[in-house]
C-alpha cells in the first residue's frame, strides 16, 4: 500500500493508539514518527517532511485546534484529525482550521487505512496524467493551471492545499454544470464520504476567501440543498 518514502507523524499521547497504529502501518510499509506532546511537531514537519499527520485535539498542555491552525498556516501537510470529540462543531471547527478529514475514536484500522489512503491519492494528484485541457484556465481574475497545479488571482499565485486544489479542479472541469455534494464528496474525498456534507461545503468556503472579491461576482455558485457550480464556461487562456 505504502511506499518507502510514506512518512507519517502520530501526534497523540494515548500509548495504547500509538502502539495500535504504528504497528499497523509499518507493518504495511509506512514510515512513522512519534510526537507524544504536540511540543514538537512543528520543528517535525519542517525539518521531517511527513506526508501524513494524524492528529489527536486532546494532548497534554497544547490546544489541538491551535495546533491544526499552526500546521496549516506553515505547511500543506495532510491533515487527519482523530479525536474523541464527536460533536459537530468540533468537526467542522478543525476543518476551517485546516483539517483535511476527521475521525472520531474509537476506529477501526482499515478505516485509518482508508482515509489515509485518500489523503495521499489527493496529494499525490500531481504526479497523475494531467487533465485533457487545453491550456490554462480562467474564470474572472482567477487563473487554474491544471498541468502546473497553479492558481493565480489577478496574476498573483494563491496558495491551495491539495484538498483545495483538487476541489477547484472537480468544479473548473465542469463549468456550468452542477455537482452535487455526493459527486464531489466521492469525486476528491473518495468512496464512502458522501453524506459528510460539511466537508463540501466547509471547503467551498475555504475557496471563496482565497479567490473571490468581497462584494464581486462569485466564482462558485450554491445551489441551495443540491450541490455548487462554477459560472459559464470557462475561457481558456493559451
Known sequence: M????????VVEDDRNIIDLVRSNLLVRGFNVIVSRSGDDVLDLVRYSHPEVVLLDLMLPG?????????????SSVGIIVVSARRGEQDKVRALNLGADDYLTKPFGVDELLARITALLRRSRASAAPAAAVDGP???????????A???????????LTPTEFALLRELALAPGKLLSHAVLLRNVWGPGYET???YTRVYVRRLRAKLEDPGGPPLIITEPRAGYRMPGTADKND
Open 2 to 9: 505504502a511506499q518507502d518514502s510514506t512518512l507519517v507523524l
Open 62 to 74: 497544547i490546544d489541538g485546534f491551535d495546533l491544526c491552525r499552526d500546521l496549516r498556516a506553515g
Open 137 to 147: 484556465l480562467q474564470f474572472g481574475n482567477v487563473t487554474i493551471d491544471l498541468d
Open 149 to 159: 497545479q497553479l492558481v493565480t488571482k489577478g496574476g498573483d499565485a494563491v496558495h
Open 196 to 198: 459528510e456534507t460539511e
